[in-house]
């Protein structure tokens, strides 16, 4: 489980996160929705510990993440998987040595162990065979989010956190894509902390959501209880949905 | 404009304090040096050899028609033109040129990589990413840039013998009398450290203005126009200062 509680963040004399306290759920996938500027990633960066907050606490399993020890953030970060909105490959590494990284910096398998576990990885995501030697930039978007989250996933995470993971992606793939985040919460019971704006990722897979408006939380709670919500900014997000949703 | 400088200029030693972190693998570390050895040192032989080339000829022959004396001995012009490719050529301006043609190229790869969020990728994943990407190009520059100036020296010194004896200016014998005659080997010396101060202002400065580069694409262009301005400066300063204090 993490908690946010208070996060403020400013950037120069902007303050762009106005206090906004939350729970993330352990094996279940939590929505961050909200327009484009809202502050979804500002939150998820955060939460992850790439900004540091002004004030509030950050809580991992009840562990405090704020103002730690270079040593123990450190250690933290190995718990954590993340799928950027640009995929962020290393564009100098083929599919292969992409997910295999993370496992030939922090593990001492040997290197045979090390490719059998990044092919299990690339297996898991449904990667096709033939993609595992080529470059980044030599397959498409979708199959780059594919090798993104098996990267994530090499170090077998306890915390997972994806930042539009649909961006770019046609609707069926970005189906493909929710669900293979989804079932690979289950299977890890993960804590899995997803930004989106893609109300198709909110029918299907979520299972816990909060809407931030402006840097502010407005609204908490579960697909089924969506349509109810009563807040202005929040109706306005959801009417061209509407008529799909009823 | 000050308050500017001074900002860049203690985030630039925050930087650096980064990079002498304990790297998550001493074998990883040792594998990225060699690549960035092939891909900044030994990369840049083409350009090196024909400037040289090119430009211990042209001050050969530009010394041999200035000193058009009949009381000079001929010889004067090997001596001349050793000094000006040892002392001043194969280190300053074979490293400007390394500024612009490495320091673009370190500092766009590393924009790139800030601005596609892998950096970010690295922190994430607890990997010092100043280390990982900075440390091992710094050390490839260390390694390569001396042996490139010192080639330089060579290339140049027989470029200047091929365009003597070529054109007659300055025959071969004459020419080697020359460049061995009052042969200080300190000179040597003072230009291989020069070198290796420029190898680290260079790679240092591009690595910087690359890792804070925010934006897109065009952010990446300014920083490598930055790097070139900012680094041949510095070369430049740093030039005049060791040469005061070591020469004087
Ligand atoms: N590094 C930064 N420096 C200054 N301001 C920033 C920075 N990052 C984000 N902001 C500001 O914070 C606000 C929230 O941005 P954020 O990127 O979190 O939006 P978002 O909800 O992720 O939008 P999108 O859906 O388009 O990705 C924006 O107004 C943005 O200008
Ligand atoms: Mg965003």
């Known amino acids: ?246 | 404009m000050f308050k500017s400088f001074f900002f860049h200029l203690g985030r630039y030693f925050v930087f650096l304090g980064q990079m002498f972190r304990r790297p998550e693998k001493w074998r990883i570390l040792g594998k990225r040096i060699l690549v960035e050895i092939d891909k900044l040192g030994v990369d840049s032989f083409g350009i090196v050899t024909i400037i040289s080339l090119f430009v211990g000829a042209v001050i050969t022959i530009q010394t041999a028609t200035n000193l058009d004396n009949p009381f000079i001995p001929k010889y004067t012009v090997g001596t001349a033109a050793r000094e000006s490719i040892l002392l001043e050529f194969s280190s300053t301006i074979v490293c400007l040129i390394l500024a612009g043609k490495v320091g673009s190229n370190i500092s766009s790869e590393i924009g790139t990589m800030r601005i596609t969020e892998q950096i970010d990728a690295l922190e994430i994943m607890g990997v010092n990413s100043v280390g990982y990407l900075v440390t091992p190009k710094v050390i490839a520059m260390l390694i390569s840039v001396p042996i490139l100036v010192a080639y330089s020296m060579c290339i140049g010194i027989f470029g200047g013998w091929m365009a003597g004896d070529y054109t007659g200016l300055c025959p071969s014998d004459d020419y080697i009398h020359g460049i061995h005659y009052a042969f200080k080997p300190y000179y040597v010396v003072y230009s291989l450290v020069k070198s290796l101060t420029f190898a680290f202002t260079i790679s240092t400065i591009a690595s910087y203005w690359g890792y804070y580069v925010k934006g897109g694409a065009l952010e990446v262009g300014r920083a490598s126009t930055k790097t070139v301005v900012v680094s041949s400066i510095v070369i430049l300063i740093f030039n005049l200062l060791i040469t005061q204090i070591w020469l004087n």
Request: glycine share 6%.
């Open chain 1, 1 to 246: 489980m993490i908690e946010a509680i208070d996060i403020h963040k400013t950037f120069g004399d902007r303050e762009v996160m106005h206090g906004i306290s939350a729970t993330f759920e352990t094996g279940k996938t939590n929505l961050i929705i909200g327009k484009s500027g809202s502050g979804k990633t500002v939150l998820l960066k955060s939460l992850v510990g790439l900004y540091q907050p002004e004030s509030g606490d950050i809580l991992f399993d009840g562990r405090s993440t704020i103002n730690l020890s270079h040593k123990r953030s450190l250690a933290l970060r190995r718990e954590i998987g993340m799928l950027f909105q640009g995929s962020a490959l290393f564009d100098s590494l083929t599919v292969e040595e992409n997910v295999r990284f993370p496992l030939d910096m922090f593990t001492n398998m040997t290197l045979q162990e090390r490719k059998n576990q990044a092919i299990a990885c690339l297996e898991r995501v449904n990667m096709p065979k033939e993609s595992y030697k080529l470059f980044p930039s030599e397959i498409s978007g979708g199959m780059q989010k594919r090798a993104a989250i098996a990267r994530a996933i090499a170090l077998r995470p306890k915390y997972l956190f994806c930042d539009e993971p649909n961006s770019g992606l046609d609707p069926l793939t970005s189906s493909v894509i929710d669900n293979l985040i989804h079932e690979i919460t289950k299977e890890y019971n993960i804590t899995t902390i997803i930004n989106t704006h893609d109300m198709n990722s909110v029918i299907n897979i979520g299972e816990h959501i909060i809407f931030i408006n402006s840097g502010n939380k407005e609204w908490d709670g579960t697909r089924e209880t969506i349509l109810q919500a009563d807040i202005p900014a929040m109706k306005e997000f959801l009417e061209p949905y509407r008529l799909r949703f009823e």
